[in-house]
């Protein structure tokens, strides 16, 4: 059903959804577009509408090829919409949905297309703040670029940044997806370009591996894993491209690289990976609902999200908007309280107790499912004692000379009666 979006577009059909509203295929004057109508929450919040207005400019100029470009931004009545260029593709979770894992040379010449990409925000002081595989479109109308790779496309700039306005998100509150989200964010800094690196290099991380080096079980523990873990490593990758994941994934923001730093680093390491395959990564073993937190991880875990809204869903990644009613079906929408800094001393010396090299979450795990065990198993042999007792019992009733045909009662003794 054909709707009028403004007074130039018209949208036709729905081509995706996300937490901040719908992306429809539609027409413009220049010909195809996708329009992303933002929610009616959002679209009624008068803060946003000002701040929509107030970036269009930012947003409209940022023009790359490694970029999603927005052609407009239309306030129209209780409509909110982003035309966007139309990308004749996939996402790259849909790929990494259907493939499990990438090749390093298809990996890393992704991830080299979207630093490109940010490097050129970056250079127009625009932070993206929500990269995320969700967030990297795969153009396969474009000519492949080395080893058959298809060319990406980082969007939904800025979205991040206009649902962030003040009086939505309060400076006790985090907004981001918990994969991906940089240790300054959670400590409470101000997000800058780093973050948006840190980001990708987890991007990078889960094409390779399959999964997100910090992701996996309860929110409260991916934040605090964010802050106080070591990336564990992954078997078989080569060394240039693990020195890289390693260095944007610093703790500290200033040693990470910036992005064309990253993409030229990137780029140097491809001929080396040419026919290299997936690697086979074990999964590290987190399982989401079972994983027991820490007493401070328990604390800082207080999601305030939708009823319902903090399963995991088809991906690792759950990004955190606030206050919303899903206008989609995925369960996308939470919002997170920022962890004091007293919480964040007593997650590190918890983690400090429990950490002690990559994979102890794992080993954790595996511990308690052994605890479990041990103990359904003394519960196993106390019931078979039991047993054996009772039919022991049941023999000796039945051939005793005072034995009458029923069971005797429990506590009735065999040592003669008086008289
Ligand atoms: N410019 C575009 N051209 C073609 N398809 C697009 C475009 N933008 C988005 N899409 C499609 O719409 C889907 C939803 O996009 P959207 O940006 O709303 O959500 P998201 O990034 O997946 O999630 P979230 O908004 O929760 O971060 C994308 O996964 C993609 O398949």
């Given at each position: 059903?054909?709707?009028?979006i403004?007074?130039r577009y018209t949208v036709h059909q729905v081509i995706g959804?996300g937490?901040?509203?719908t992306v429809w295929l539609g027409e413009g004057p220049d010909g195809p577009v996708a329009v992303k109508l933002?929610?009616?929450?959002?679209?009624?919040?008068?803060?946003?509408?000002?701040?929509?207005?107030?970036?269009?400019?930012?947003?409209t100029?940022?023009d790359?090829p490694r970029v999603v470009g927005v052609r407009d931004?239309v306030?129209?009545?209780?409509?909110?919409a982003l035309v966007m260029e139309l990308v004749q593709g996939t996402d790259?979770?849909?790929?990494?949905?259907?493939?499990?894992?990438?090749?390093?040379?298809?990996?890393?010449?992704?991830?080299?297309?979207?630093?490109?990409?940010?490097?050129?925000?970056?250079?127009?002081?625009?932070?993206?703040?929500?990269?995320?595989?969700?967030n990297v479109l795969l153009d396969l109308s474009a000519?492949?670029?080395?080893?058959?790779?298809?060319r990406a496309k980082l969007t939904d700039f800025?979205?991040?940044?206009?649902?962030?306005?003040?009086?939505?998100?309060?400076?006790?509150?985090?907004?981001?997806?918990?994969?991906?989200?940089?240790?300054?964010?959670?400590?409470?800094?101000?997000?800058?370009?780093?973050?948006?690196?840190?980001?990708?290099?987890?991007?990078?991380?889960?094409?390779?591996?399959?999964?997100?080096?910090?992701?996996?079980?309860?929110?409260?523990?991916?934040?605090?894993?964010?802050?106080?873990?070591?990336?564990?490593?992954?078997?078989?990758?080569?060394?240039?491209?693990?020195?890289?994941?390693?260095?944007?994934?610093?703790?500290?923001?200033?040693?990470?690289?910036?992005?064309?730093?990253?993409?030229?680093?990137?780029?140097?390491?491809?001929?080396?990976?040419?026919?290299?395959?997936?690697?086979?990564?074990?999964?590290?073993?987190?399982?989401?609902?079972?994983?027991?937190?820490?007493?401070?991880?328990?604390?800082?875990?207080?999601?305030?999200?939708?009823?319902?809204?903090?399963?995991?869903?088809?991906?690792?990644?759950?990004?955190?908007?606030?206050?919303?009613?899903?206008?989609?079906?995925?369960?996308?929408?939470?919002?997170?309280?920022?962890?004091?800094?007293?919480?964040?001393?007593?997650?590190?010396?918890?983690?400090?107790?429990?950490?002690?090299?990559?994979?102890?979450?794992?080993?954790?795990?595996?511990?308690?499912?052994?605890?479990?065990?041990?103990?359904?198993?003394?519960?196993?042999?106390?019931?078979?004692?039991?047993?054996?007792?009772?039919?022991?019992?049941?023999?000796?009733?039945?051939?005793?000379?005072?034995?009458?045909?029923?069971?005797?009662?429990?506590?009735?003794?065999?040592?003669?009666?008086?008289?």
């Amino acid at each position: 059903m054909a709707r009028k979006i403004g007074s130039r577009y018209t949208v036709h059909q729905v081509i995706g959804r996300g937490s901040a509203g719908t992306v429809w295929l539609g027409e413009g004057p220049d010909g195809p577009v996708a329009v992303k109508l933002l929610r009616e929450d959002l679209a009624a919040d008068q803060v946003l509408v000002g701040r929509f207005v107030q970036e269009r400019a930012a947003l409209t100029s940022l023009d790359h090829p490694r970029v999603v470009g927005v052609r407009d931004m239309v306030v129209d009545g209780s409509d909110l919409a982003l035309v966007m260029e139309l990308v004749q593709g996939t996402d790259l979770r849909s790929r990494l949905e259907r493939d499990g894992a990438l090749p390093p040379q298809l990996a890393a010449s992704v991830i080299a297309d979207v630093a490109d990409g940010l490097a050129a925000a970056h250079a127009a002081g625009i932070v993206h703040r929500d990269v995320k595989p969700e967030n990297v479109l795969l153009d396969l109308s474009a000519a492949p670029g080395p080893g058959g790779a298809p060319r990406a496309k980082l969007t939904d700039f800025g979205v991040a940044r206009l649902v962030d306005a003040p009086r939505r998100t309060r400076a006790t509150r985090i907004i981001g997806t918990p994969d991906y989200l940089a240790p300054e964010i959670i400590e409470g800094l101000e997000p800058r370009a780093a973050v948006d690196i840190y980001a990708l290099a987890t991007v990078l991380y889960e094409l390779l591996a399959g999964f997100t080096p910090f992701g996996g079980g309860h929110t409260g523990a991916v934040l605090r894993r964010h802050v106080t873990e070591q990336v564990p490593p992954i078997p078989g990758l080569p060394d240039g491209l693990w020195r890289i994941i390693a260095e944007c994934l610093a703790k500290a923001p200033a040693s990470r690289l910036r992005a064309a730093e990253l993409a030229a680093r990137l780029r140097e390491q491809l001929p080396a990976l040419a026919g290299l395959p997936v690697l086979a990564v074990p999964q590290q073993g987190r399982a989401p609902a079972e994983e027991q937190l820490t007493p401070g991880e328990a604390v800082y875990a207080e999601v305030d999200a939708a009823p319902g809204t903090h399963k995991r869903r088809r991906g690792p990644a759950v990004p955190l908007v606030p206050g919303v009613a899903p206008d989609s079906t995925r369960d996308t929408h939470t919002s997170l309280r920022r962890p004091s800094a007293h919480e964040l001393a007593s997650y590190a010396a918890e983690s400090r107790a429990q950490r002690t090299t990559p994979g102890a979450a794992h080993r954790r795990d595996r511990q308690a499912l052994l605890r479990r065990r041990r103990v359904l198993a003394v519960l196993l042999a106390v019931v078979l004692l039991l047993a054996g007792a009772a039919a022991a019992w049941t023999a000796f009733a039945a051939t005793a000379p005072d034995a009458g045909p029923g069971p005797r009662p429990s506590g009735a003794s065999s040592a003669p009666r008086a008289p």
